[in-house]
Structures are given as C-alpha cells and as structure tokens.
C-alpha cells in the first residue's frame, strides 16, 4: 500500500521535482511549436514566407492546373529584388511567360493591366509588375488559398510541420 511521499529518500523527491520541471519545461515548447505552426496559415503572406507552407500551397496548387499563379507572383518578388541592369531582360521573361496572350502560363489579369504593363516593357523599372502582382495575390486570397484550407495539402503540411 502507498505510505504517500513523506516515505520517500529527500534523493528521490528532488529527482521527482526536476523531471517535473523539465515535463512542464517540454511541454511549453511543444505548445509553442504548435502555435507557431497553426500561424503558418494564418493568411496568405505568412504562408508565402513559409518554406513548408509554400510547398504545400504549390502542391496543391499544381493539382488544380492554377500553380500559374503563384509562379508568377514568385517571378515578380524575384524580379522586385534583381539588379537594376537586368529588369529589361527579366521583365521581357515575366511577360512572355505569364501576361502575353500565347504564354504558356498565362495568367488572368484585366485588359487595362496587361496594356499598361505593355506600355513599360521598353523601360522597366522595380515596380512595373507591382499592380499585377497584387491582383494575382488577391486572387489567390480570395479564391486558392480558402480551398487551400480546406485541402489535404494543408493537412500535410500541418502533420510535417
């Protein structure tokens, strides 16, 4: 029968408060971790900045034939940071693959965007894709990343995490 804990060595109950020091300790971190991680999809952004996240947001996105969208919103930060000697060059790529009408990742931008984007083409500069950029994110916002949420891909990403 238990005498209780006065019965036992003041070795034992020493050990017994530091492991439950390290427990509590363990169990702290974990509870951080899985805050942290619950944040990765908290929107869009956090998600984008997420290597985990963007992994699984371009699965997914890749499943629904629509990864078009994120490749170009990635080509258009990559773009943002580039030297200024080779916007011309990058700029000119950008728009074949994604804002021309025959591209092969064409992706869904209004008249007025895609005309004004044509008109800077001869002379771009480090924001020329910035009002694209931004419809394309809100698209996504909008549309891909709510079903993102709902998806298997985001449940992988929660486990991996």
């Avoid at 019965?7 to 427990?23: D, F, I, N, T």
């Avoid at 629904?64 to 700029?91: D, G, I, M, Q």
């Avoid at 698209?139 to 449940?155: G, I, T």
């Amino acid at each position: 029968m238990c005498k209780g804990l006065s019965y036992l060595p003041s070795s034992c109950l020493e050990k017994a408060k530091g492991m439950r020091v390290k427990l509590s300790h363990l169990a702290e971190i974990h509870h951080k971790q899985k805050v942290q991680d619950g944040k990765i999809l908290q929107d869009l952004e956090t998600l984008l900045s997420s290597k985990i996240g963007l992994q699984a947001f371009r699965g997914f996105l890749r499943s629904e034939f629509s990864e078009e969208n994120l490749e170009f919103w990635l080509a258009c930060e990559e773009y943002r940071v580039s030297p200024s000697n080779l916007h011309k060059t990058k700029a000119s790529s950008i728009y074949n693959q994604f804002i021309n009408p025959d591209a092969p990742l064409e992706v869904n931008l209004d008249a007025e965007t895609r005309e004004s984007l044509l008109s800077l083409m001869d002379v771009p500069c480090a924001d020329t894709f910035n009002k694209a950029q931004q419809r394309i994110y809100s698209l996504m916002a909008k549309d891909s990343f709510p079903r993102f949420l709902r998806s298997h891909h985001c449940a992988e990403a929660i486990n991996v995490s």
